[in-house]
């Protein structure tokens, strides 16, 4: 007659005992799966695992887009550039010591933002098991609702990226070339700079909602904050956006060659 | 009276409120000599605890909380949906935080004046002793209460009062003292300590000799019909105000958990008192399905007028001050637009049968905030009533803002119930009832925020103080489904269902549920003569005859099936329909919300008639349609001296 | 006005639904939604058709009971309760769809009933201020300052309805769970159980099947009481600065 599940027992949210008189077996579940206990089970750890990592990212983006902005001053400049970050710290630490800790953050980064964003997205198709005739949206943006495909693009894009100018293995000019030739030719290359361009479009869309969302989900928002947490994702989102396109255009309709 | 519709039966008395000690010191008195039940005993007692309203939700909790096995029934989906939820103005408390004169002793006097000397002194005394307690609970739970810039609790003045006694939370106040109730319950289930059956109806009572041992209930969803078993059963399943079909009560709001108990020997106390409430949005057509209450509290800066002229169409913007006529202000220059319900009611109702009433059906008078407007601005309206105003232009179309509202009476709360004494405890011994289901502490009317006040009283601090005294008796015998009495309380519940599953005839159960609540608005109303009552008492037999007939219930027994449960509830509400009818007769007198035309004084005022009605009407169920028995219980006031009331 | 509606039909949980057409005819635009499917369910019952199951109780917008999906909107085009939308929000000849709260943590019932008990017990594992009766201090002991009563007010104001969890593209509850601990954390009587609280009701709505919430915001867009999504922030913040306190994860 209750709602008791034989979970209940088990559970300490479960709906009392069920008496021995009155005790009829239930047609429903009463509840899917006892609390997890973990940490990192939270819905709202996971949430707060992406923010964090996301603007590690961000972080990145901003130094690496001002590297970027080195290509206007020539190919030395840059490739000096590209030296630097090898050696920074030498010689107290050997070489690339520094490069490789940004790397190992940046890929932890990445794969800790992956995971909470895969695990939520598992989590939501869950929760919607059966889908409605019809749905619409009130108020949701276009940037909250491409985040997920607009992050696992990005992601494509991370790896082609990685083979592409710092391995060279998938650059057209080929491996064994300065950074800067790297460059120089895949956007010299149509396609590539379009997977380029497009990518760039959908990492300001990310970010447009992404740095909202992480003050959101950092409980950092409230309505005083509102104005100027927007616009602090509008402006960062604009500048990255428009810092990073400006190379590989300028590449493209000859301004750099 | 002609002995055909009733016989006179024992007088009863309330011999539970130790009557030898003075009336403030009786409550202490009571707690006092009732016996206690030791901790570790609570663990074998089981009590079954129907509703989660504000008052069985409290109760619920409470026992939960001292150890008690409890088992808590309702209908809807969660307890935080009970009609309590819809409670907008306030409770009422004699704290005194305003010192304009407040104390229990004042509390307890305007609440046995305000129900028209018509409710027992202990009873309503007690009632204001915890008055206060029951916002200190409140508080202590979270529940959001108003409060001024230093930090302290706000109050507001309330129909029949001249202190601002009343607490209240924006315009609701019922739903969050009942979240407050509600999560002490949810925290006990949490616990482990109350099992819960959501969507389940009662549908009876088992009593097993001469005890209340359990009830049958149907399972809503499933369909099941089983029985359950404690050592002692509260009814907490609210009032009967859908008698009417058209009142402030929810839909579900129903009396089959009281009825029914009453066909199993519990006595029905003065049926016949209804309150109507004279701010609410008036019938907009025939489809309307139930009728919005607007706050009372709306009455502390809305002013009630209509227009001078019969038949006076115009924009009410239009119609100038000398014109308007501001009768409640005009006739009772104390009290003003702040008279109790009853009246404020019944003189909505005057001006419009003289053809004064406004909108498109002229039933309806205006209540205006233009000077209150002006006085307090726009914002200080909006803090105030914003949801109020906004429900009523979701409703009606229009904004209040500019225009002000139309309202009219209509059917509220039920001041009858099942007679219980002092201890809440019906004449079955282990049926206690409290909050709305029982009759006990509102007299002839209750006073605005008095109902929050009551259920709580009952739930969180009476009942489970005088619910000890029962249980330290126990626990009593085991008794399982296979006892006697459950087998036969189960059959005859499952050849009801059945037989309104078989009739299908050619007329649906909201059908006779809008023909019953017609009937009785027209008969049995706001006011009532001979002549009506006896053309319902004609009418409704007739009626419950035709239903038996002719009715049409769709769908099985063994599924979810809203039209069955509606059509289980119509059938009582026609029976019970007949008890009020009958009541309303034998009371030859008017008082509080029970107007009878044939007694009024001169200017049109409530005429009572202390000599020869001063009791309280305790009715028997006779099975196979013998007329019921009338038991009296004189009401004696040693500290109130009986007058007429006047609120001029 | 006449009108075509399309229903969500299912018998029970285990069989699978449709969506049915039906036509109402002479509906007047001062009627509710629920009159409006009133009128419709007597006739289907005069026609020995089984009825519509919906849930509804109140019908003053305080219940939370009623709640549907109307044309993909929770409670349909104003942003309110179903029981008080009215039929002037539609227009001659319109065409709307009807279905239930679509959601892992709300099973169907029967039509456009569902369970919604597993608010309930995100509710029992910590939503709430531990007073047991007959222990509270006099009221007046602890100020509240107002601002932070009106606030918690807000908060409370919910009503449990489950647009919030229809309307999220995630099935997240968490705009109802968000409401109740701001409602709670926010009043000095809430604060020694607040990193608890917070703990075991979001680990309680993570195991009642219901998503996690991405911030997308379609839950206070659709509230009938308007809760705002400051109260997630607030949420978010109070649960992890409760693990920053060493408050261990429910358990
Ligand atoms: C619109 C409105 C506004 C009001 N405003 C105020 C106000 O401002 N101040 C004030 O003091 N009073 C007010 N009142 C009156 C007050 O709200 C009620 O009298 C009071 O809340 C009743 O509480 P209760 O616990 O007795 O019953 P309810 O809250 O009605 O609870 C009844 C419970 O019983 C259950 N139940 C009923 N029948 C059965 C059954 N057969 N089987 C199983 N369960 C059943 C229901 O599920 C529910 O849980 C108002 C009333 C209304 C309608
Ligand atoms: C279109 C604009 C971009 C340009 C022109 C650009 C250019 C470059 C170049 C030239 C390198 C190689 C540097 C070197 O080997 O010294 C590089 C490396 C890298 N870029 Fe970009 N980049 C762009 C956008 C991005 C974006 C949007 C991301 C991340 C989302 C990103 C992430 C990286 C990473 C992770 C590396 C590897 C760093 C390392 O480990 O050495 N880049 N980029
Ligand atoms: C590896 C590829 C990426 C994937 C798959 C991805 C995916 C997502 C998704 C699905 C969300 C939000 C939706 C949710 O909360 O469930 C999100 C949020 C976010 N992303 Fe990414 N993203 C990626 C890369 C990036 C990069 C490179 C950055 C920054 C430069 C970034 C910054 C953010 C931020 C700040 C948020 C908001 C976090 C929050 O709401 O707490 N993401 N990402
Ligand atoms: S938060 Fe709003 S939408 Fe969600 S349950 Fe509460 S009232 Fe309904
Ligand atoms: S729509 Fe869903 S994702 Fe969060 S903000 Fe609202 S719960
Ligand atoms: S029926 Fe109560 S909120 Fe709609």
Redesign the pocket.
């Known amino acids: 007659m209750s709602r008791v599940t034989s979970r209940s027992s088990v559970c300490h949210v479960g709906r009392g005992r069920t008496f021995a008189a009155v005790a009829t077996v239930t047609q429903q579940p009463a509840q899917r799966g006892a609390p997890n206990t973990g940490r990192f089970s939270s819905s709202v750890v996971k949430k707060a695992v992406m923010a964090v990592s996301g603007i590690i990212m961000i972080l990145y983006l901003i130094a690496h887009m001002i590297g970027n902005l080195k290509a206007f001053s020539g190919a030395e400049s840059f490739n000096e550039y590209s030296g630097w970050i090898r050696t920074i710290g030498e010689p107290a630490v050997p070489t690339q010591t520094v490069l490789w800790i940004i790397r190992l953050v940046l890929l932890a980064s990445v794969v800790a933002h992956f995971w909470a964003a895969y695990s939520l997205w598992a989590q939501a198709r869950r929760a919607r098991p059966v889908a409605y005739v019809t749905k619409k949206r009130v108020q949701q943006s276009f940037a909250s609702r491409t985040l997920r495909w607009g992050g696992t693009i990005i992601l494509l894009f991370i790896i082609w990226h990685i083979l592409d100018l710092t391995v060279g293995a998938v650059n057209p000019a080929g491996g064994d070339t300065t950074p800067y030739e790297r460059l120089i030719a895949s956007f010299s290359n149509i396609p590539i700079t379009l997977f380029y361009v497009v990518s760039m479009l959908l990492l300001g869309l990310h970010l447009r909602h992404g740095i909202w969302s992480a003050m959101q989900s950092l409980g950092q928002t409230n309505r005083r904050r509102e104005r100027s947490v927007n616009a602090l994702a509008y402006v960062v989102a604009t500048v990255l956006t428009a810092g990073f396109l400006l190379v590989p255009l300028s590449i493209a309709f000859g301004l750099i060659d | 009276m002609p002995l055909d519709l009733f016989t006179v039966g024992e007088p009863i008395a309330d011999t539970k409120a130790p009557a030898d000690v003075p009336l403030p010191e009786r409550w202490n008195e009571r707690k006092f000599r009732a016996r206690l039940v030791n901790p570790a005993n609570r663990r074998k007692l089981s009590v079954i605890v129907?509703?989660?309203?504000?008052?069985?939700?409290s109760a619920a909790a409470t026992l939960g909380e001292a150890g008690y096995r409890v088992k808590s029934?309702?209908?809807?989906d969660s307890?935080r949906?009970?009609?309590?939820?819809?409670?907008?103005?306030?409770?009422?408390a004699a704290k005194n935080y305003r010192n304009d004169g407040d104390s229990v002793h004042r509390l307890f006097y305007d609440t046995v004046k305000g129900g028209d000397f018509r409710s027992r002194e202990s009873n309503s005394y007690r009632l204001a002793e915890v008055s206060a307690n029951i916002i200190d609970q409140a508080v202590a739970q979270g529940v959001p209460f108003a409060r001024e810039y230093g930090g302290l609790l706000d109050n507001r003045s309330f129909g029949g009062a001249q202190v601002s006694r009343t607490f209240?939370a924006r315009g609701q106040?019922?739903q969050q003292l009942?979240y407050g109730a509600y999560q002490a319950l949810e925290r006990q289930i949490g616990l482990g300590n109350v099992e819960t059956f959501p969507r389940?109806?009662?549908?009876d009572l088992i009593i097993v000799d001469g005890r209340a041992r359990g009830i049958v209930?149907r399972d809503l969803i499933t369909g099941e019909i089983s029985s359950h078993f404690a050592d002692a059963v509260v009814l907490?399943?609210?009032?009967y105000?859908n008698v009417f079909y058209l009142?402030?009560?929810?839909k579900?709001?129903?009396a089959?958990?009281i009825w029914r108990a009453h066909k199993r020997g519990a006595y029905f106390a003065n049926p016949c008192y209804t309150q109507i409430?004279p701010t609410c949005i008036p019938v907009a057509g025939d489809y309307q399905s139930k009728l919005?209450?607007m706050?009372?509290?709306l009455r502390n800066d809305g002013r009630v007028w209509v227009p001078k002229e019969r038949g006076d169409s115009r924009d009410p913007r239009q119609i100038p001050e000398d014109e308007r006529d501001y009768f409640l202000e005009r006739k009772y220059p104390a009290f003003g637009n702040l008279v109790p319900r009853d009246i404020a009611s019944r003189q909505a109702k005057n001006v419009c049968d003289e053809g004064r009433g406004v909108g498109p059906n002229g039933l309806g008078v205006y209540l205006d905030f233009t000077d209150a407007m002006q006085r307090l601005g726009r914002p200080a309206i909006e803090a105030k009533y914003g949801n109020l105003f906004d429900m009523y232009a979701q409703i009606t179309g229009e904004d209040p803002y500019e225009t002000g509202m139309r309202i009219y009476p209509a059917v509220?709360?039920t001041m009858g119930g099942l007679w219980v004494d002092y201890d809440l405890q019906s004449n079955i011994p282990g049926m206690f009832v409290?909050?709305?289901?029982n009759f006990s502490d509102q007299g002839a009317n209750?006073l605005?925020?008095?109902?929050?006040?009551?259920?709580l009283a009952d739930?969180y601090f009476v009942l489970p103080n005088t619910l000890a005294n029962y249980l330290a008796d126990g626990p009593f015998e085991k008794v399982d489904a296979t006892h006697p009495a459950a087998v036969e309380a189960q059959q005859a519940i499952k050849d009801q269902t059945a037989k309104l599953l078989s009739i299908n005839g050619t007329r649906t159960v909201a059908s006779f549920h809008r023909e019953l609540g017609k009937l009785m608005w027209d008969l049995c109303g706001m006011d009532r003569s001979e002549e009506s009552l006896r053309k319902a008492l004609d009418r409704i037999p007739e009626l419950k005859q035709e239903f038996w007939t002719n009715v049409k219930v769709s769908g099985e027994q063994g599924t979810f099936n809203q039209n069955l449960e509606h059509a289980g509830r119509v059938a009582d509400f026609i029976e019970l329909a007949e008890l009020m009818c009958v009541d309303a007769l034998h009371r030859n007198e008017s008082c509080g919300g029970h107007f009878r035309a044939e007694s009024q004084t001169p200017e049109g005022e409530a005429l009572r008639d202390d000599e020869n009605y001063a009791y309280v009407a305790a009715w028997e169920y006779t099975p196979d349609g013998a007329p019921p028995v009338l038991h009296r219980e004189a009401l004696e006031y040693e500290y109130i001296h009986l007058a007429q009331r006047s609120y001029k | 006005m006449n009108l075509t509606l399309k229903v969500w039909r299912q018998v029970n949980p285990t069989v699978k639904g449709k969506m049915v057409t039906y036509h109402v005819t002479d509906v007047s635009p001062d009627m509710s939604f629920l009159e409006m499917l009133d009128v419709l369910n007597e006739q289907l019952i005069l026609d020995n058709d089984d009825p519509i199951a919906f849930d509804h109780d109140?019908r003053?917008g305080i219940c939370g009971s009623c709640g549907l999906m109307i044309n993909g909107i929770a409670h349909g085009p104003q942003q309110t309760t179903t029981c008080q939308l009215h039929m002037r929000s539609f227009s001659d000849g319109d065409v709307i769809d009807i279905e239930p709260w679509r959601s892992g943590g709300f099973p169907v019932v029967k039509d456009l009933v569902v369970d919604r008990s597993s608010f309930d017990r995100i509710i029992a594992v910590g939503g709430y201020i531990s007073a047991p009766t007959g222990t509270a201090p006099e009221a007046h002991s602890v100020p509240v300052p107002k601002q932070d009563s009106d606030a918690a007010f807000d908060a409370a104001t919910c009503i449990d309805c489950g647009a919030c969890v229809a309307a999220c593209p995630n099935g997240s509850s968490m705009l109802f769970t968000a409401a109740k601990v701001a409602h709670l954390g926010l009043m000095p009587q809430g604060q020694p159980e607040r990193d608890t609280r917070v703990l075991k009701m979001v680990a309680q709505q993570d195991a009642e099947n219901f998503g996690g919430c991405t911030n997308i915001g379609e839950c206070s867009a659709v509230c009938p009481k308007g809760i705002s999504m400051e109260t997630i922030s607030r949420l978010n913040h109070d649960l992890l600065g409760a693990l920053r306190a060493g408050a261990v994860p429910a358990s």
């Open positions: 129907v509703g989660t309203g504000l008052a069985g939700g029934f309702w209908f809807q307890p949906r009970a009609h309590s939820v819809a409670a907008q103005g306030g409770i009422n209240y106040t019922g009942l389940t109806e009662m549908l209930a907490a399943s609210g009032g105000g009142s402030t009560n929810a579900g709001s129903n089959t958990a409430h919005t209450l706050s009372e509290s509220h709360y409290i909050g709305e289901a209750r605005g925020a008095s109902a929050l006040m009551q259920g739930g | 109140c003053e």
